[in-house]
């Protein structure tokens, strides 16, 4: 909170993907009394490929896709 006022400064660092949608959500619950500003903080590679995708069975039933699953249905959600 800033001395003198009522007004909330909050500071976090999330993914791209999980910032869609994070304004008008912001907004709808605060009856729109909440404002938003992103700014990019960096970058960092990734430890999987977001692209992959399993071309034969074995690949299949090796592969362990929960990770690039939930990275591509959080843009969606």
């Known amino acids: ?5 009522d007004i ?7 993914p791209v993907v999980e910032s869609f949608g994070l304004v008008d959500e912001l ?4 009856s ?5 500003q992103l700014v990019m903080a960096g970058w960092e590679v990734m430890p999987f490929d977001p692209f992959w995708e399993p071309n034969t069975e074995e690949e299949l039933e090796d592969s362990d896709l929960s990770d690039v699953m939930n990275a591509r249905g ?3 959600k």
Not at 8 to 14: G, P, Q, R
């Open 8 to 14: 909330f400064v909050i500071e976090a660092k999330l």
């Open 32 to 36: 729109g009394s909440a404002q938003c």
């Open 27 to 30: 907004r709808k619950n605060t």
């Open 74 to 76: 959080a843009a969606r």
């Open 1 to 5: 909170m800033k001395d003198g006022t």
